[in-house]
T-cell receptor, first 114, second 112 residues
Framework: ETGVTQSPTHLIKTRGQQVTLRCSSQSGHNTVSWYQQALGQGPQFIFQ???????GRGNFPPRFSGLQFPNYSSELNVNALELDDSALYLC?????????????FGSGTRLTVV | DAKTTQPTSMDCAEGRAANLPCNHS???????VYWYRQIHSQGPQYIIHGLKNNETNEMASLIITEDRKSSTLILPHATLRDTAVYYC?????????????FGKGTRLSVIA
């Protein structure tokens, strides 16, 4: 079975720009979550998608938005980038009804905002 | 905010058992204890989880105290590849819409 893949691996953007990060979930998984990890901190929950709808959101502003597609892949969009958005963005997938078994994370996208 | 408390860092000699403690004194009856680890430049990796009984899998053992207010993750024979940040997480048992709440974790260094 394939794991979670994220693209791109690294990205540099200018303050004020918009960015789209992509995630392919693990085979058999139907739920995707996104996390932001600042340097030296644990990952922070942004939001989760199930059945192509947002199903839970952390303390992040509306300029962070997402999509989930019929094949369960997902995108994270961030508008009006700020310097503090520089972080590792992690995607995690799971199967809704078996979420007790844990999440599978991708290796992340390192975003640098200059 | 994370509902767990972990030491900031620990060292362990290669080949010895690594015992990583976690306090979760406010855990509720329907909350599980999960452990993840994050090796440098990778995403977190699921290790093990438990409710109240001790659990063991091919990676580690999880010992939960009877009052469930603390737990210990045991890596029986630590190797250099076990060097990572280990996160202890308390999470509700439901069908899937409860996210993981990470703290800062314990940075484990396995020393040759």
């Amino acid at each position: 079975e394939t794991g979670v893949t994220q693209s791109p691996t690294h990205l540099i953007k200018t303050r004020g720009q918009q960015v789209t990060l992509r995630c392919s979930s693990q085979s058999g998984h139907n739920t995707v979550s996104w996390y932001q990890q600042a340097l030296g901190q644990g990952p922070q929950f942004i939001f989760q998608y199930y059945r192509e709808e947002e199903n839970g959101r952390g303390n992040f502003p509306p300029r962070f938005s997402g999509l989930q597609f019929p094949n369960y892949s997902s995108e994270l969009n961030v508008n009006a980038l700020e310097l503090d958005d520089s972080a590792l963005y992690l995607c995690a997938s799971s199967f809704w009804a078996r979420a007790l078994n844990g999440y599978t994370f991708g290796s992340g996208t390192r975003l640098t905002v200059v | 905010d994370a509902k767990t408390t972990q030491p900031t860092s620990m060292d362990c000699a290669e080949g010895r058992a690594a015992n990583l403690p976690c306090n979760h004194s406010t855990i509720s009856g329907n909350e599980y204890v999960y452990w993840y680890r994050q090796i440098h430049s990778q995403g977190p990796q699921y290790i093990i989880h438990g409710l109240k009984n001790n659990e063991t899998n091919e990676m580690a053992s999880l010992i939960i105290t009877e009052d469930r207010k603390s737990s210990t993750l045991i890596l029986p024979h630590a190797t250099l590849r076990d060097t990572a940040v280990y996160y202890c997480i308390v999470r509700k048992a439901d069908s899937g819409n409860t996210p993981l709440v990470f703290g800062k974790g314990t940075r484990l260094s396995v020393i040759a």
